[in-house]
């Protein structure tokens, strides 16, 4: 069974820095492109991150970019979003998701397949 | 970048048809995926690359894709239906996911 279990969100003043992990089971990171996705309060779903199995490539939604860096741990079976510089409005539930290709597209993970929980980041002083 | 839009909010009866629109330029060329999100829960997907349903969707469930519109269309609603909706795309220009802003479905 795949799952997906984010932790490491919490309250953080502006300026600071956390750390999201994902820890994955029932499958390898290896073999799956992986994304971070959030929700702010009452608001839609945003893409934040993805990653690309091998981790050559990595794409960040234009908001968070120079901030957020996506990552992974294979050996580990946990993904990482590092948030650096967080902004009130960063303020979201993080869902870590695993991405998989359609008969459309096979070999671009466009959709989003298995979702996590999420885990609340909250930034405020 | 490229944006999505969808209606905020769609009403309906049980037993009705509801009808969710996600607008985009030239949608039409893209894949679009919508997921349902119940209060409290995570999303997941209900129709994927425009009309194809996951094992556990409803057969209620369809989906159509042309021009600059895509459309979710929930047969014969139930309670349980009711939701946010979101459609999604995958841009290849920028290499980046896109959501609509999502719709809330209320079953009157």
């Known amino acids: 069974e795949v799952q997906l279990v984010e932790s490491g969100g919490g309250l953080v003043q502006p300026g600071g820095s956390l750390r999201l992990s994902c820890a994955v089971s029932?499958?390898?990171?290896?073999?799956?492109?992986m994304k971070w996705v959030r929700q702010a309060p009452g608001k839609g779903l945003e893409w934040v991150a993805t990653?690309?199995?091998?981790?050559?490539?990595?794409y960040y939604v234009d908001s968070v970019k120079g901030r957020f860096t996506i990552s992974t741990d294979n050996a580990k079976g946990s993904l990482y979003l590092q948030m650096d510089s967080l902004r009130a409005d960063d303020t979201a539930l993080y869902y870590c998701?695993?991405?998989?290709?359609?008969?459309?597209?096979?070999?671009?993970?466009?959709?989003?397949?298995?979702w996590g929980q999420g885990t609340l980041v909250i930034v405020s002083s | 970048s490229y944006v999505l839009t969808q209606p905020p909010s769609v009403s309906v009866a049980p037993g009705q048809t509801a009808t969710i629109s996600c607008g985009g330029s030239?949608?039409?060329?893209?894949?679009v995926h919508w997921y349902q999100q119940k209060p409290g829960q995570a999303p997941v997907f209900v129709v994927y690359?425009?009309?194809a349903r996951p094992s556990g969707t409803p057969e209620r469930f369809s989906g159509s894709n042309s021009g600059n519109t895509a459309t979710l269309t929930i047969s014969r609603v139930e309670a349980g239906d009711e939701a946010d909706y979101y459609c999604?795309?995958?841009?290849?220009?920028?290499?980046?996911?896109?959501f609509g802003g999502g719709t809330k479905l209320t079953v009157l």
């Open positions: 999604q795309v995958w841009d290849s220009y920028s290499d980046h996911v896109i």
């Open positions: 990653i690309k199995q091998d981790g050559s490539e990595k």
């Open positions: 029932g499958f390898s990171l290896s073999d799956f492109w």
């Open positions: 998701v695993r991405g998989t290709g359609t008969a459309r597209i096979p070999n671009i993970a466009t959709l989003l397949y298995n």
């Open positions: 030239n949608i039409g060329s893209k894949s």
């Open positions: 690359d425009d009309s």
